[in-house]
């Protein structure tokens, strides 16, 4: 199928600066190699951590970028050496391209814990060529972190699992939560929020969803099967729900207090972060030792000898997913007929997206219609 060495300029939508403001790009692809696939576009949803790269919440963007890491595309050539895809397969990129292959994560395929892993844009490749996302007409990927999309699975419907989904996906699956009959709590329905009810019903999970308002419980309860809706500010509906969760999944990406979701969890349970936050978070360490603590109105030096409600608890983190949980997370939501809730844009409207997205204007997740926009000045 050829070995994929001729140049090729291509076009996308970058920001300059920390606006985040996205316009036309001409680029030109990195160097290929034997095991690398050229795809063309198709749809790419957005990730709230777009918006933390375009305008360098984290401090470290590079310029011009183009974001976009819930890539799917079809085959258009591949090189001499792969073996795992043809021309003409609909395939899915995520948040990584690249790793060391040498290290004990990526020894024990969990290639996303690579000290040396390569970011799908916002990154430097091996041969010093900057990385690039999918809100371009083409992407060109090593085929180890390339995944086929299974058959009668819509691109636009996929692209969202490629993170949202596997974010929520991996850590059920590691921490053993995958088995049903357990209780759990989704805090934050957004893009990756709604995909963790589903996901978690799909598994036969009790599922509540946790918000600071109740504006979306109808969305939550009818829209999405959730179980429960409790909202954070009510103590009294919060006492209730003391000591009954066996874990929740954190989506919020900005600072909150943990406490009072810690109090939620039963004896081993898990708070699972999931948001970037690009701040301290901060919590009461008896909290998880023991359990959460009574409200007798003492002054807080003295909180630490009261406590009702178990402890135990664990807070941990977990990033995206491996390339073999990618596999089996897509097939999981082949088989159990999960989609994601999506609004399908055309690039000229992903600034007005953006900034949607980051008033949580949107049910659930954008996807960018990459191929049927004009991407051209």
Known sequence: M???ETERVVVGWAARDPSGILSPYTY???NTGPEDVLLKVLSCGICHTDIHQVKNELGMSRYPMVPGHEVVGEVVEVGSEV???RVGDVVGVGVIV???RNCNPCKSDVEQYCNKKIWSYNDVYTDGKTTQG???QSMIVDQKFVVKIPDGMSAEQAAPLLCAGLTVYSPLSHFGLNKSGLRGGILGLGGVGHMGVKI?????HH???????????AEAMEHLGADEYLVSSDATRMQEFADTLDYIIDTVPAVHALEPYLSLLKLDGRLILMGVINAPLQFLTPLVMLGAIKNIGVKPIFLVFFFFFVGRKSITGSFIGSMKETEEMLEFCKEKGITSMIEVVKMDYVNKALERLEKNDVRYRFVVDVAGSKLEP
């Open 2 to 4: 050829g070995g994929l």
């Open 28 to 30: 030109t692809l990195r």
């Open 83 to 85: 073996t795992n895809f």
């Open 98 to 100: 690249g790793c060391c």
């Open 134 to 136: 999918g809100f371009a």
């Open 200 to 204: 978690a019903k799909a598994m036969g």
């Open 207 to 217: 599922v509540t969803v946790i918000s600071s308002s109740d504006k979306k419980r």
